[in-house]
């Protein structure tokens, strides 16, 4: 699932922009949300009709979880809980890069060089944006290449060679530069024009870029890295369409996209806004999965899509986005008071302040890991359950669960699972799956006549 997180959600946009632009654009597209707790539903064993046999989903759950090999479950589990040190890494990373900028005074010659150049604040700010982004790029590179090449080769989950990898991390860093010097353009704008209120009217700017990136990216920036073409199986193909005519889905063919090329994990994604909306499934979701496990994946993401699920988290933005920058403001002047005259920084509206803004905000972001993880965790829950009354295939929905447990770890404790995961666990869905078909298990007798009454 893609999120405008994910932006928001579990899909290729995340795997492609990286360190790069979740520190140049991270206070731009802030996408968190408060979290909308799911409560757990206790579960109760079933029966089958004219059968003493009952069916326990508890123990069908543990016995699916017992047929993951002990080594691939420990494999899975040091992926997984590496990624936990990899957020911390990330957030000092970008705080460092932040402070260095500040402290050395490299962000105040470089705005300095931008005003020798140009009389207009416009494009004072364009020009400080391309170094800014270059610099960001170059200083954290040592990081991303080891979070997304060496570390997924190591774990098998990378096919690409570096060449091809540093190919795409280029055309990423041309992307991201596109979008750093519009959003900073336009922030920069709002904060010369309402320099005491800018922290209401970021709120704003930030929801619009968000809103404008979820129906951008999908349709128009993820063919830059893959190739998209009509999936032609009609075994594969006739039943998603069915899924989607059955949900009102305004779509007329499935596509098939080469993440091979890139990555051996499963992926799909329903995406699209105003008459641009798509469904897509990666090739290796072909190859590795069934079909009652492909229409389970694809009946989720629809779920996406039919609960509005981007617009959802667009007014979670808002909300948060708010907070975030209501505190940016009080941060960023309380730091301009003490450090501001070493820093060379004159306001709000000077850009040799935009990595304090960054340090602001990625804390921010650090520190709200897990309301976001919340947030995006429940709206997976919810896409699940759609997922599942639609497809109707709870076996399909715990199965797929396994094998995307070989690089999310199945089993977590519950405070883990709250702070760390922007999914649900693995446990939790097939535990989800395996009450849902206790629900569901036939049972004649609800078919039978109403006794009479008089």
Known sequence: MVTPYELFFDGVIRYRFRMIL????????LCLAFPKLVSAQEPSPATTAGS?????????TQALLDTVP?????????YFEGGYWLLLWNFLVAAAISIFLLACGLSARLRDFAERRTNSKTLEVVIYSVGFILIVAVLSFPLVFYQEFIREHQYGFATQDFGAWFAEQLVGLAIGLIAGIVGLSVLYAVFRRVPRSWWMWGTLV?????????????????PLFNTYKPLEDPKIRDPILAMAQANEIPVKQVFEVDASRQTTRVSANVSGLLGTTRIALNDNLLKQCTLSEIRAVMAHEMG???????AKLTIYLGVVALIGFAIAQFVFDWALRRWGTGWQVHGIADPAGLPLLMLIFVTFTFLMTPVLNSIVRTTEREADQFGINTSR????????ALKLGAYRKLDPTPLEEFIFFDHPSGRARIQMAMDWKAAHLPCPNLDAPEPATN
């Open 22 to 29: 979740r520190c140049v654009l991270l206070f731009v597209l």
């Open 52 to 60: 003493t046999i009952a069916f326990d989903p508890v123990q069908a």
């Open 70 to 78: 002990v080594d691939q479950r420990a494999k899975s589990n040091a």
């Open 206 to 222: 930030a929801v619009f870029l968000s809103f404008i990136g979820n129906f951008i990216a999908p349709v128009y920036v993820e």
């Open 304 to 310: 996406h899509f039919v609960l509005n699920h981007g």
């Open 393 to 400: 295939e709870p076996d399909g929905e715990a199965t797929v």
